[in-house]
């Protein structure tokens, strides 16, 4: 329960913005909810509506509803812990691994983990007890990810990816070597109207996406190394640039669909370990942020996994320096 009263300088001011402001923890979006919902009073009158002006000397009472227990439940799912304290947890994402439940994936994904693993440090996101997921990684694709224990961080977190404040670095395998060996992919990505599972190019309807790339190894002309840094944050945007300018991902289930010229230009060890491998070759190696609480700059860099390890030394990888 929270109780303020308002001082002669606040009067006027809509009651969902002043009790979210002097909460200091409660996002206007939910305050709105909780009073919609009859958890806020003055004196024994319950107000009910958002946009209410307040008055000078006004007693407000906030009842918050304890944080329901979140829809999936906690499960004992392995995962790589980089960092964690009370407001937000870093973790390298194994491959396989799905983000969200969904239909078909309903239990053994990332959230039944957190869920799991964090316990009641949850603070709660929006009225339930569940982690706050502010960006995703696609299940086959492997590497670093946030996610926020408590509403004001989650808050925070997402907007700052929104407004493109976060350093994020990727590595993948792909067929061919791009040209020039550096340069930005750039073109509206929106859903594919021929098949719903995959994402496009498109002139209509789309999303503006940018992708930052650097070649950091060649092999045979066949394959490469690259960085990618995001500009934008779209479904699938790495593997759709890459895709659509000539360079599929190598193991891409849905953006590679044929067997690519340029693997004849790799040796056959090379050539076999690519063909055969078994996953999208994408690793989100670096995740850099400002603490929403404390105003840190927090980076961190996974190294690449097992899997794109072997791949790159049967392609011939030589040992690599830090992806910038």
Not at 238 to 244: E, W
Not at 275 to 285: E, G, K, N
Request: hydrophobic share 40%; aromatic share 6%.
């Amino acid at each position: 329960m929270l109780t303020f009263v308002v001082q002669p300088e606040q009067a006027g001011e809509r009651v969902d913005r002043y009790v979210s402001a002097q909460s200091g923890t409660l996002s206007r979006s939910r305050v709105k909810g909780l009073i919609e919902s009859g958890h806020l009073q003055c004196g024994s009158k319950q107000i009910t509506e958002p946009a209410e002006s307040v008055r000078a000397g006004m007693e407000l009472v906030l009842h918050i509803p304890p944080a329901t227990p979140a829809v999936p439940q906690g499960e004992a799912v392995p995962f790589e812990i980089f960092y964690e304290d009370d407001d937000l947890i870093v973790l390298n994402k194994p491959a396989g691994l799905v983000v969200h439940p969904a239909p078909g994936n309903e239990t053994g994904t990332l959230v039944n983990g957190l869920i799991a693993h964090c316990g009641e440090s949850l603070k709660g996101i929006g009225g339930e007890r569940r982690p706050g997921i502010v960006h995703r990684l696609d299940k086959d694709t492997s590497g670093l990810m946030v996610a926020a224990k408590t509403e004001k961080a989650h808050l925070a977190l997402s907007d700052d990816f929104a407004a493109r404040r976060i350093d994020r670095a990727y590595l993948a395998f792909c067929w061919g070597c791009p040209n020039p060996a550096e340069g930005d992919y750039e073109g509206d990505i929106g859903r594919d109207k021929r098949d719903r599972k995959r994402m496009t190019i498109t002139t209509h309807g789309g999303k503006w996406a940018l992708t930052h790339y650097r070649t950091l190894q060649a092999f045979e002309m066949g394959a490469a190394l690259v960085t990618c840094k995001l500009a934008t944050g779209r479904t699938h945007q790495i593997r759709v640039h890459f895709s659509a300018n000539g360079h599929p991902l190598i193991g891409d289930p849905v953006y590679l669909r044929r067997v690519p010229a340029a693997a004849k230009l790799l040796t056959p060890e090379g050539r076999a370990a690519a063909l055969d491998f078994p996953r999208q070759a994408l690793h989100a190696t670096r995740l850099g942020f400002t603490h929403p609480r404390t105003g840190e700059a927090l980076l961190f860099e996974a190294p690449m996994p097992e899997d794109m390890q072997a791949l790159g030394e049967a392609l011939g990888m030589t040992p690599l320096k830090k992806a910038g």
